[in-house]
């Protein structure tokens, strides 16, 4: 069975770290393109990074550039996504997303004093 499972979320300090994983099950991430998403409350969900299948390329929202980076490691069927110097308004449901075919059930991120 196809799956995307996020994990390393949880509650860290404005100005604090997080690595978020997206795991694969059920299938081989070598030849995708995988996305990171967010939904904050109230929010519409948004596009916060993605990732070529080689991890040549990637690509980040504004709000985020400077601060997140995302790799890939194959080897491992993972993708992650560091957060630096994270701030409050990066509080929400981070979702690991495999374009039409699959998503995670997203994973909490609280960035709160």
């Known amino acids: 069975q196809l799956q995307l499972v996020e994990s390393g979320g949880g509650l860290v300090q404005p100005g604090g770290s997080l690595r978020l994983s997206c795991a694969a099950s059920?299938?081989?991430?070598?030849?995708?393109?995988i996305a990171w998403f967010r939904q904050a409350p109230g929010k519409e969900r948004e596009g916060v990074s993605c990732?070529?299948?080689?991890?040549?390329?990637?690509n980040f929202a504004d709000s985020v550039k400077g601060r997140f980076t995302i790799s890939r490691d194959n080897a491992k069927n993972t993708v992650y996504l560091q957060m630096n110097s994270l701030l409050p308004e990066d509080t929400a449901v981070y979702y690991c997303?495999?374009?039409?075919?699959?998503w995670g059930k997203g994973i909490l991120v609280t960035v709160s004093s």
């Open positions: 990732i070529s299948s080689l991890g040549g390329r990637s």
């Open positions: 059920g299938f081989t991430l070598d030849y995708y393109v």
């Open positions: 997303n495999l374009g039409a075919i699959a």
